[in-house]
């Protein structure tokens, strides 16, 4: 098995444009989550999908970032227009219900805002 | 809202030495996992406690879930380098089915 993985592994993007990142989660994994992490505010769940459903999107700072997952093998995090406060690390994690191997984070895609 | 504290939230040792992180829930948690991530790395799920007063070893490792479901601890025997990374404590909040992930303790050991 791949993994989690995420595209792209780094992105630099000026203020006000447009940013996607992208998640493959593991296969036969019920459960996909966004986190960011940043030095200040350290490991924030944005939202997360159960088969392939938004259960919870209280950690989505804004009306900028939306979360889609049209099918169980993919999953995007928007960002519209991107700020320079919204460089961080963004980790794609998958699991199953029973989380006794807990979570699978993907190596995560740093972003910077310019 | 839950808040899952760590403590200390840096920690340098000589290598061979112990080393503690500490995990502290302000409610009672329905289960708690460890991640480690190494620098520059992605958090890795070390293991799962589910049980009043659970303990389980991992090699070096030892990993202990409170009585009351509100804490925990995460003790390393005699570290050696490859220990280097942050400590992650998540607990799980059956009120909002979400885990939440602690503060971090960042481990540095000294050659």
């Known amino acids: 098995d791949a993994g989690v993985i995420q595209s792209p592994r780094h992105e630099v993007t000026e203020m006000g444009q447009e940013v996607t990142l992208r998640c493959k989660p593991i296969s036969g994994h019920d459960y996909l989550f966004w986190y960011r992490q940043t030095m200040m505010r350290g490991l924030e769940l944005l939202i997360y999908f159960n088969n392939n459903v938004p259960i919870d999107d209280s950690g989505m700072p804004e009306d900028r970032f939306s979360a889609k997952m049209p099918n169980a093998s993919f999953s995007t995090l928007k960002i519209q227009p991107s700020e320079p406060r919204d460089s961080a690390v963004y980790f794609c994690?998958?699991?199953?219900?029973?989380?006794?191997?807990?979570?699978?984070f993907g190596s995560g895609t740093r972003l910077t805002v310019v | 809202g839950q808040q899952v504290m760590q403590i200390p939230q840096y920690q340098h040792v000589q290598e061979g030495e112990d080393f503690t992180t500490y995990c502290n829930s302000s409610t009672t948690l329905s289960n708690i996992q460890w991640y480690k991530q190494r620098p520059g790395g992605h958090p890795v799920f070390l293991i799962q406690?589910?049980?009043?007063?659970e303990v389980k070893k991992q090699k070096r490792l030892t990993f202990q879930f409170g009585e009351a479901k509100k804490n925990s601890s995460l003790h390393i025997t005699a570290t050696q380098t490859t220990d280097v990374g942050t400590y992650f404590c998540?607990?799980?909040?059956?009120?909002?089915?979400?885990?939440?992930f602690g503060t971090g303790t960042r481990l540095k050991v000294l050659a």
């Open positions: 994690a998958s699991g199953n219900y029973r989380q006794e191997y807990g979570y699978t």
């Open positions: 998540a607990g799980f909040d059956s009120g909002t089915y979400k885990y939440i």
């Open positions: 406690l589910v049980k009043s007063g």
